[in-house]
C-alpha cells in the first residue's frame, strides 16, 4: 500500500515538473511566433513594389527577441527587441550579431545607423509598425514608409 502511494506521489510530482517545465519554455507570441521570408516591400508614398520572394531575407521570432538574418550576405545578422500588442509590433534596441566572443571584436556591438536594417525593410532604430495581417502563415506589417508582406518559411 505504502508502495502504491509513493509510486502515485511520484508520477503527480513527474506530470508537475514536466507540465511546469512546459510552462517556461512556451513562446507567447501566438502566430507571430517563428521563421518569416519577406517577400514584397510597398513603397507607399511612390507606389513601388519590390518583389523580394527569391531574396533570402528572414526574420525569426522567439520569446521577446527577433533575429533578422539576410542568407545571401551571412555577414548581416542582427537581433532586435520586440513588443508586439494592440495590432501593433515595436522593434528596438538593434544590435549586430557578433558570432564569436573569443576574438578581438567579436560579440554582439549595438547598432547606431538604421541604415544597416533597412534591407529588412526597418528604417529606424526603434520602428512601429501596424499589424495589418498575421495569420499562422501571412504578416503584413506597414508604417507611414512601407508595407512589408511575409510568408511564414
Given at each position: 500500500m505504502m508502495r502504491r502511494h509513493i509510486l502515485s506521489i511520484m508520477m503527480a510530482?513527474?506530470?508537475a515538473m514536466g507540465?511546469?517545465?512546459c510552462e517556461l519554455e512556451r513562446d507567447h507570441n501566438g502566430a507571430l511566433a517563428g521563421y518569416w521570408h519577406l517577400e514584397r516591400v510597398d513603397t507607399l508614398?511612390?507606389?513601388g513594389v519590390k518583389d523580394m520572394s527569391r531574396d533570402r531575407v528572414f526574420w525569426a521570432v522567439q520569446g521577446k527577441l527577433l533575429y533578422l538574418r539576410?542568407?545571401?550576405h551571412p555577414d548581416s545578422c542582427?537581433?532586435?527587441r520586440f513588443v508586439h500588442s494592440d495590432g501593433h509590433l515595436t522593434?528596438?534596441?538593434p544590435y549586430y550579431y557578433g558570432w564569436h566572443q573569443d576574438t578581438e571584436d567579436g560579440g554582439d556591438h549595438?547598432?547606431?545607423e538604421a541604415r544597416w536594417l533597412s534591407r529588412f525593410g526597418i528604417n529606424a532604430l526603434e520602428e512601429k509598425y501596424n499589424a495589418e495581417q498575421l495569420t499562422a502563415s501571412r504578416m503584413t506589417l506597414a508604417t507611414d514608409r512601407l508595407r512589408l508582406h511575409?510568408?511564414?518559411f
Open positions: 510530482t513527474a506530470l507540465v511546469a517545465s508614398q511612390t507606389g539576410d542568407a545571401d542582427y537581433f532586435m522593434l528596438s534596441q549595438p547598432v547606431t511575409f510568408k511564414k
